[in-house]
């Protein structure tokens, strides 16, 4: 599950137990990703609200917008945890005749993105693997894409999250979970 030692759910007392409870779900399982940090349970509750915001919290950026830049810097990253995990979740969000986009996505094939999710999948390639080259021309051309500033804060706040997670995943060892993948903790996070 890790290169570290963890606390299982069938182990975890206190704040801990109450943790995995608010965290578990639909079908009551505690991701990977979660139980990681299950040795300092501060972490997972910084990281949950870190989740909760950047993925669930007010934006005019949709939530295909948004699992789209996780499938991107997960991608860039080679983090197949968060790349399965979201291009699944990305698959969910799409409507039927742009299903297909998820898995090509997840290939590194950006064909069947509208302009303003190329431009966002741009901007969280080049800040995933080259943040210091960032200028304001790339501003620019978000604008151009029609973003707001306030869309750009909030892509700049999912790319982050996303490079924060693949970061703690990849240098954990944490491995895929067996079974269904790519739902998000329960209503109570969102």
């Known amino acids: 599950m890790a290169f570290i030692r963890v606390i299982p759910r ?5 704040h801990l137990a109450d943790l995995y409870r608010r965290y578990a779900n639909r079908n009551g399982h ?3 990703v979660l139980v990681v940090h299950s040795l300092h349970p501060a ?4 990281h949950m609200a870190l989740y909760a915001q950047a993925m669930h919290g007010p934006s005019s950026l949709s939530r295909v917008e948004r699992e789209v830049l996780g499938v991107v810097v997960s991608r860039v990253n080679g983090c197949r945890y968060c790349l399965e995990h979201h291009a699944t979740g990305l698959a969910r969000e799409l409507t039927e005749d742009r299903r297909g986009l998820a898995v090509c996505l997840k290939e590194g094939n950006v064909a ?3 302009p303003r999710e190329a431009g966002l999948a741009g901007y969280a390639t080049k800040l995933t693997s080259e943040p210091a080259s960032v200028t304001a021309h790339d501003i620019a051309a978000l604008h151009a ?28 060892g944490v491995t895929l979970e067996a079974g269904p993948i790519g739902q998000h903790p329960a209503a109570s996070t969102a």
């Open 30 to 32: 505690v991701d990977h």
């Open 145 to 172: 894409a029609g973003l707001s500033d306030r869309e750009v804060l909030d892509a700049a706040q999912v790319i982050g999250y996303f490079n924060y997670v693949n970061r703690i995943v990849l240098g954990l």
């Open 112 to 114: 069947g993105l509208t």
């Open 43 to 46: 972490t997972l509750e910084a």
């Open 10 to 14: 069938a182990d975890a007392e206190g």
